[in-house]
């Protein structure tokens, strides 16, 4: 092929370089070779560029950016020994010259089928190109052009490779088209009115109220979430929502509702094989949506593995053609997902990608128990008018205009789940106010729902017992532990008692938590004793507990660790503590301890050591 293709007029040097590079391979040839290469490490023996070459032809036949296929080449290049790695210049050559190769190969060579493209949607100077479907069931690409909204059936990728819409999946028996994906329907799209965010936010949390039965902030974040996911690709990472209940709850209802107004929604069971799975998510790149996915599999499961690379860019799935063995696929699983589960994920990792919520059977008399057939019509429309606005404002979205998190007390988690959302409410006048007030009503709901957990109610009666709100002087076990109205130490037997629970309990859950059953030297009416009590080992897991655990209606979130719960080594003032006020940046980390975690059977006293107060 290189032969033929050099006696060819109208090439330059770049083009004779690239050519050249190919070593007489067809293209095929080529693209299997660096889709084997991307697998492995650097072979030291081997030629790097032509190595790294091959790779770049293989990323960039497969429709990765230039910007993706460079950092790949980075990410390889670090594996290699110093004196043997590339610059970043010399990457860009590579880049550029398997960037000609695969140009030359679709003008010249008559022997290599012209390279045709299967995209869901793409950018190209600065404009987003989407898929549509016609009534009649034809394809084509929607974009703006002067302010208005334009089709065609093929286009030209920033590559300039052919590109046409993929279609959707005939049924093998009835010959049908399975609607599978939610895709903007051309003639609604071609006339939607381009709304503002104001008024698109309202239409959608209606639509949303008529059929689901929601928290208003609830509806808030369903609404940012949905729009956020046509914008996902301008992020780095995706958070996935979650809802989670036993059958009957309604989760599945709240499912359906919510991703049909997301970006492409594709519906898939959890009894749906994974690769079938990823096969389509590949296609058609858009918000998987998974119902009565019983994911009880830890981190080897492979779906729990899809999603928890799926949170974000870059974190390729690779697997390896059973019938080639030689032959690997690639699989990107990032993007948006709502989940429907019964029981929560077995690997952490999964949880804390989620934005969870238990649905409660409604009350609501006005929601209809079923999806009346006008449902269909009403999200095809209402999906129009959000692609409309996508396309109108695809350009002013980037990842640097997230917007800030500085609400006082947000939690990490809570800021890495919604900053990504936040890219959405840059288009909103008051997107900043909206983003605050909503952090700081997650949070409290967040530390509402926390405190009433077993950890919670707990720690909080272990609170109320050492300020005095519970009273325990009377009482004829537990009275000799104060010393002139005020209680000295709380015990593990104290809690116990009154919560009805075994001591292994309760120093499981408060040593959870961060507490410490240590001996603490206190005075008491008898006189002075060594007491096994439950204490806080320093200030700064004061104050981690109090965040994570402690919520007042009032609004007062902040106050100091009473005496009688200290460990010898607590400091009221600590280096990055104010003593009057909660700074959750500073507790990031937690500091070494003294003493010993409250573990499971530890009896809660022991005052075998008795002094005279007079000593």
């Known amino acids: 092929m290189t032969v033929a293709m050099n006696v060819q007029s109208g090439f330059n040097e770049k083009d004779r370089r690239a050519l050249i590079m190919a070593n007489d391979r067809s293209f095929s040839k080529v693209k299997d070779s660096g889709a084997y290469l991307v697998t492995e490490d650097p072979d030291e023996e081997a030629d790097n560029f032509q190595e790294f070459w091959d790779i770049a032809v293989y990323l960039l036949a497969s429709r990765r950016s230039s910007d993706s296929v460079i950092r790949t080449l980075q990410k390889r290049n670090k594996k290699m020994k110093e004196f043997q790695q590339l610059d970043y210049e010399t990457l860009q050559e590579i880049k550029d010259l398997a960037f000609r190769y695969i140009d030359t190969v679709k003008k010249f060579d008559d022997s290599e089928e012209e390279t045709v493209r299967h995209i869901p949607y793409f950018e190209k100077e600065g404009r987003l190109y989407l898929t549509c479907i016609s009534r009649d069931d034809r394809y084509s690409y929607a974009h703006l052009q002067d302010g208005k909204v334009v089709f065609s059936t093929e286009e030209t990728d920033p590559s300039g490779i052919l590109t046409v819409p993929p279609e959707l999946p005939i049924h093998q028996d009835r010959g049908t088209t399975s609607y599978i994906v939610g895709i903007p329907l051309t003639d609604l799209l071609e ?174 008399k006005d929601i209809p128990p079923e999806l009346p057939a006008r449902y269909a019509e009403e999200v095809a429309e209402l999906r129009a008018l959000i692609a409309r606005f996508t396309l109108e404002h695809w350009s002013e979205i980037s990842e640097d205009s997230m917007l800030s998190c500085s609400g006082k007390g947000i939690e990490g988690r809570l800021k890495q789940m919604a900053r990504p959302l936040s890219v959405i409410l840059t288009l909103f006048p008051d997107g900043q106010e909206r983003f605050t007030e909503y952090l700081n009503a997650r949070q409290k709901e967040i530390k509402r729902t926390r405190a009433e957990s077993s950890e919670g109610m707990m720690f909080n009666y272990v609170l109320s017992l050492a300020q005095g709100e519970e009273n325990l002087m009377v009482d004829p076990e537990f009275g000799k532990y104060y010393y002139e109205g005020k209680i000295q130490v709380v015990s593990s037997k104290m809690v116990a ?119």
């Open 191 to 364: 006339k939607a009115e381009l709304l503002s965010p104001g008024e698109l936010f309202t239409r959608m949390r209606d639509h949303l109220h008529r059929y689901i039965d929601a928290s208003e902030r609830d509806y808030e974040l369903f609404v940012y979430y949905a729009l956020y996911s046509w914008y996902f690709q301008k992020c780095n990472t995706t958070p996935y929502i979650r809802f989670i209940g036993d059958t009957g709850k309604g989760k599945s209802r709240f499912l359906k509702v919510i991703s049909n107004l997301c970006f492409y929604p594709i519906r898939a069971s959890g009894a749906s094989s994974i690769s079938g799975i990823m096969r389509f998510k590949e296609r058609w790149m858009g918000t998987l949506q998974i119902d009565e996915s019983d994911l009880r599999g830890d981190q080897s499961d492979k779906l729990i593995k899809y999603l928890n690379l799926g949170f974000e860019k870059e974190n390729y799935l690779l697997l390896t053609d059973k019938n080639e063995l030689s032959k690997v696929h690639l699989f990107d699983p990032f993007g948006p997902k709502i989940i429907a589960m019964r029981q929560p994920f077995l690997d952490t990792a999964t949880e804390g990608r989620c934005l969870s919520f238990s649905p409660d059977e409604t009350t609501r």
């Open 497 to 615: 008692t009154a919560l009805r629970c075994s001591f292994k309990t309760v120093n499981r859950t408060l040593g959870g938590i961060g507490m410490v059953s240590e001996q603490k030297r206190v005075q008491t009416a008898t006189g002075q004793k060594n007491i096994r009590a439950i204490l806080v080992p320093n200030r700064k897991k004061w104050v981690e507990i109090m965040q994570r655990y402690y919520y007042d209606e009032s609004g007062e979130e902040f106050f100091e660790c009473p005496e009688c719960l200290r460990g010898p080594e607590y400091q009221t003032r600590q280096s990055g503590f104010a003593d009057n006020r909660f700074n959750s940046e500073s507790c990031k980390s937690t500091e070494e301890i003294s003493g010993t975690v409250l573990s499971a059977g530890e009896e809660g006293f022991d005052d075998t050591i008795s002094h005279n107060p007079s000593e």
